[in-house]
């Protein structure tokens, strides 16, 4: 069994594993400069050549053909028809011009071969005697042709490319959708992977995905746009990272945000054993921020809170987590200068209303169900979930419900098993029971809390893609607002990794632990006091 705390490391395979990304760019400016050329002459339009630098790294870099080709073309005001995937490479649609890209891509491959970066080898070799798996994705339908060309397609235990993404129906980089499934494939979480990637699509893609680290390759001196866009720290060689770095990295704490608030020497040096001074090595730099310069700076926060353990004490039961009339004042505060999101584990229409403040997004249960400022979301297959829910229900009852402190709370689309009033002597049978109501149905998943057991739909959502989902709703970018995520549990860590690179996560937490968040408060308390502070500079 793996001794560490990451069980997959996913590298994309073009520019990170094959020197075939070179390949890539010098195919695609053949065909667009010919096309572009052909335009000059037809339509006379002027002729503005395809660079790598400003075109392919921006519109084409790690991204479906035919996406790229489109996002390429609009860049310069193009717009094709998709045309048929048989349209003969002199068609001109976008089928056509991908495939006259497939054909000079292979021609170039069979006359020079596949070159590889040994690091890179290396480190998936070093990784595989550790017990970690070892998995490939790339946006390419000539994946398998490069990897048998090179001789490496037996060092990855899964493969997830082009082909196989269009068969299964997955969304292309910059969705998260192939770094998950081929994560999902090893039998490891997202939030126990790592990915590897050299194109912005693609750490856009694992920052969506939720995975833990997301690593940028900089061969292009494209270190920048690589952690603007959600790489934690970028590379220009991966012989700097070995399996003992990711692991000190998986252990990592958050600072605790009043003490380095405009300390900006004491957060630089906490991530000194991480080599921040290797010229090959770049930390994307909010994490070397103090808290202060995060939220003066030119983008404006949007905060998105949990409730119990953020807004309230932990409490013995449920019920009692009632929010103080000074915390509610201060969030209707918050929430009148700032758009604000509550995203809790209860069902929405409890916690709407327990807050009582109107012209906040509430999402309740995981968000699986979200409203607010006009928009509205049920997540689909989560309603097909209610059905279930209501059987597990009495067999929960029958087998556990006469142990003493034991509290079985029904949520419209999760019910949660809390076990904080119960003896110790009861805990195995009480995670039994739990695992085997699981087990015994494949549309559910145990997901673990504070002193609590929730089972919910086995679906792909958690609190971070409730976050985002927001953000597209009211039309938030990463680039012009702060995301700040507050947040006291385990479930809470999803949405710290969607939020990490691009905004910032706070954990309240009474003493320090390793956490996807930057920075911790130890109470409700210190959140109060945090808005606070931040009332007074606004």
């Not at 809790?344 to 979200?370: K, P, T």
């Amino acid at each position: 069994m793996c001794k560490y705390s990451y069980g997959a490391v996913i590298f994309d395979m073009d520019g990170v594993i094959t020197k075939t990304d070179k390949v890539h760019a010098q195919a695609w400016k053949l065909i667009f400069d010919e096309y572009l050329c052909l335009r000059q002459k037809r339509d006379n339009q002027d002729f503005v050549e395809f660079s790598y630098k400003n075109d392919y790294l921006n519109y084409v870099d790690g991204k479906p053909r035919l996406k790229g080709i489109k996002s390429f073309l609009a860049s310069r005001g193009i717009e094709l028809d998709l045309g048929n995937p048989d349209d003969s490479p002199d068609t001109e649609t976008i089928y056509g011009l991908g495939n006259k890209k497939n054909l000079k891509f292979r021609e170039v491959l069979n006359n020079d071969g596949v070159g590889v970066y040994e690091p890179t080898v290396n480190l998936v070799n070093a990784l595989k005697q550790k017990g970690i798996r070892v998995g490939i994705v790339s946006s390419s339908k000539n994946c398998r042709f490069i990897l048998e060309t090179a001789g490496i397609m037996h060092l990855f235990e899964t493969r997830l490319d082009g082909v196989i993404a269009e068969e299964l129906k997955l969304e292309g980089k910059p969705e998260g959708d192939i770094f998950v499934t081929a994560a999902l494939n090893l039998g490891v979480s997202p939030a126990r992977s790592v990915v590897i990637e050299d194109a912005i699509s693609g750490v856009q893609a694992g920052r969506n995905g939720g995975f833990a680290l997301v690593v940028g390759v900089a061969r292009s001196d494209n270190a920048a746009e690589l952690n603007k866009n959600g790489a934690d720290v970028t590379v220009t060689d991966l012989s700097v990272l070995n399996v003992d770095w990711i692991q000190n990295w998986f252990d990592r704490k958050p600072l605790p945000l009043f003490n380095v608030w405009d300390q900006q020497q004491q957060v630089t040096q906490a991530y000194a054993e991480f080599n921040i001074n290797d010229t090959r090595m770049y930390f994307n730099p909010d994490y070397l921020r103090a808290p202060k310069k995060i939220f003066c700076a030119r983008k404006k926060p949007v905060f998105f809170l949990d409730y119990d353990g953020t807004l309230t004490p932990i409490v013995d039961r449920p019920e009692l987590a009632l929010i103080s009339d000074e915390m509610r004042n201060l969030v209707k505060l918050v929430s009148q200068k700032f758009t604000t999101a509550i995203v809790s584990g209860r069902m929405r229409e409890d916690v709407e209303n327990l807050l009582g403040i109107e012209g906040l997004f509430y999402a309740g249960s995981h968000g699986f169900d979200i409203l607010g400022n006009g928009v509205t979301m049920l997540h689909p297959q989560a309603q097909q979930a209610i059905a279930v829910i209501d059987k597990i229900i009495p067999a929960l009852l029958k087998q556990i419900g006469n142990i003493k402190g034991v509290i079985i709370e029904q949520k419209k689309f999760s019910v949660a098993v809390h076990y904080r009033l119960v003896d110790t002597e009861y805990l195995a049978r009480i995670k039994d029971i739990v695992n085997k109501v699981v087990q015994e149905n494949n549309s559910l998943r145990l997901m673990h809390g504070k002193k609590v057991f929730e089972i919910l739909p086995a679906i792909e959502w958690n609190k971070g893609m409730a976050l985002r989902w927001i953000m597209q709703a009211l039309n938030i970018t990463w680039d012009k607002y702060v995301m700040v995520y507050i947040g006291d549990d385990t479930t809470d860590e999803d949405a710290f990794r969607m939020v990490r690179g691009r905004g910032c996560g706070i954990l309240v937490s009474d003493a320090p632990k390793s956490s996807s968040a930057q920075f911790y408060l130890s109470s409700p308390e210190e959140v109060k006091k945090m808005f606070e502070l931040l009332l007074e500079g606004n």
